[in-house]
């Protein structure tokens, strides 16, 4: 598996358990995070990701995730308020 299959997967994983997160969440070393940083600014493009602006830390569930996650109304409202 690519390091870039493992940041989606992780990602995903940190999305269902809590509809939001920071870099420092995932289990990925300093020397991994330019290519982190990059596939979590692919997956916002998607619209899996959505932050409050280019700047901030803290990323949330996107419409995509949204719709197509299996995650409770809580965690979608925590994402919500997250960001």
């Given at each position: 598996?690519?390091?870039?299959?493992?940041?989606?997967n992780?990602?995903?994983?940190?999305?269902i358990?809590?509809?939001?997160?920071q870099?420092?969440?995932?289990?990925?070393?300093?020397?991994?995070?330019?290519?982190?940083r990059?596939?979590?600014?692919?997956?916002?493009?998607?619209?899996?990701?959505?932050?409050?602006?280019?700047?901030?830390?803290?990323?949330?569930?996107?419409?995509?995730?949204?719709a197509?996650?299996?995650?409770s109304?809580?965690?979608?409202?925590?994402?919500?308020?997250?960001?």
């Open positions: 598996m690519t390091l870039r299959d493992e940041v989606w992780e990602t995903l994983k940190q999305l358990k809590t509809g939001y997160f870099i420092s969440d995932l289990p990925f070393d300093e020397g991994q995070r330019y290519t982190v990059r596939v979590l600014r692919d997956m916002e493009e998607q619209g899996w990701l959505e932050r409050e602006s280019k700047r901030a830390a803290t990323w949330a569930m996107g419409e995509r995730a949204r197509h996650l299996n995650v109304s809580e965690i979608i409202s925590q994402a919500k308020t997250a960001k």
